[in-house]
Structures are given as C-alpha cells and as structure tokens.
Antibody, heavy 117, light 109 residues
C-alpha cells in the first residue's frame, strides 16, 4: 500500500518561503505516476497547487505559478514544494498526493502550516 | 482558473439517494473525461471515490456513481448510510491544470 507523509515547519513568517517534503513509502517515485501538492485553507475548499513528473515536467496552478516550485528527489523517494513570499492567505493544511489519470488516488494525512509573525 | 461550482449542502435520510452537481466550463468538465470525486471527513485525508467521470476505485461501494452531461458532472450516493456524511469535492483536468470544486457538505438526517 502506497504511503505518503508530509514533513516541514508548522510555522512560517510572512514574506519567507514555505518548504515541505513528501516522503513516499512502498512505491518507487521514479515509476510511472505524477505527484501533486494540494492545500486547504481553514474553512475553505481544496486547492490544487501543482504536479511533478519524475521525468522533470511540472505543472502549476496559474494563481500560484509565480511563487511555487515543485521538485522531486528520486534518490530519497520524495518530492517537495517551495512557496515563496508567503502571507497569511497561505495558511492551510498542505497535502501531498499521487496523481493517476488526473485523479488523486493516494494522499498524505496533511500538515498544517501557519503563516504568522 | 475558477473553482468548479457545487451546491454548499445536500441531505437525505438513511437509505435515500442524494445527487451532487459540479458545474464547470468547456475548458474543464465539459472538455475532458477526467472528472473525479473525493470524500473528506474532518481531520482525515480525502478519499478518491470516482475517477474518469464514472469509474470506482477498488473498495469503493457501488452505491457511489458518477456521470457527466455537458459542463456538469454529478455524483450520486444511493442507499445513504451514516458514514457517508462528509464533505465531497469534485475535481477536473483543465488542460495542464487541475481544478477542484467548491465542496458540498452531505448530511445524513
């Protein structure tokens, strides 16, 4: 059973960079599949952040494209997201997920990141 | 990219059926057969219930079904059970993007 686990700081200062890593277990990230980041602000709905393919292709939400980078490290079987110049609006539960045929079939449990000084 | 439109809430008694709509445009829902649905209980990871409009992953009860007509997709939950009470989200491919719906809270009366 594929398992994903998010890790990273739970508190980020405004204007700084949010960095999270997703460790994938029981499946080689270098095989066929895409890997995605999704977030949910408090009291709001799900928002797709972006997707990476281990071959190097990346796809980002138009609203976040100028601030986000998603990368993959096949040697560590993990992928990461960096979101620059954060504000309070970036406070959310961040999920990593596996993407298959444009559906997210395995998810991490999510990690809350709060942007506050 | 705007979020897909879902009704804020839906409800039904145990054993009844409830249908949730998900309205987009020809650039997302109407343009691709890549609509998926997720069940989300508070504090837990979302769970994939339907993919590619009407396909169920292994382990998802056949009480859950999906369909699409034009720019609107739908999820029907038949034979409602208490454990079906949750937030439901649709999602669609939108040409190098993915977009989620606004979410629907399903209440089992």
């Amino acid at each position: 059973q594929v398992q994903l686990q998010e890790s990273g700081p739970g508190l980020v200062r405004p204007s700084e960079t949010l960095s999270l890593t997703c460790i994938v277990s029981h499946y080689s990230i270098s095989k066929n599949y895409y890997w995605a980041w999704i977030r949910q602000p408090p009291g709001k709905g799900l928002e797709w952040i972006g997707t990476v393919y281990p071959g190097g292709s990346t796809y980002y939400s138009p609203s976040l494209r100028s601030r986000v980078t998603i990368s993959v490290d096949t040697s560590k079987n993990q992928f990461s997201v960096k979101l620059r110049s954060v504000t309070a609006a970036d406070t959310a539960v961040y999920y990593c997920a596996r993407e298959d045929r444009n559906a997210f079939d395995y998810w991490g449990r999510g990690t809350l990141v709060t942007v506050s000084s | 990219q705007s979020a897909l439109t879902q009704p804020p809430s839906a409800s039904g008694s145990p054993g009844q059926s409830v249908t949730i709509s998900c309205t987009g445009t020809s650039s997302d829902v109407g343009g691709y057969d890549y609509v998926s649905w997720y069940q989300h209980h508070p504090g837990k990871a979302p769970k994939l219930m339907i993919y590619e409009v009407n396909k169920r992953p292994s382990g998802v009860p056949d009480r859950f079904s999906g369909s699409k007509s034009g720019n609107t997709a739908s999820l029907t939950v038949s034979g409602l059970q208490a454990e079906d009470e949750a937030e439901y989200y649709c999602s669609s491919y939108a040409g190098s993007n993915n977009v989620f719906g606004t979410g629907t809270q399903v209440t089992v009366l």
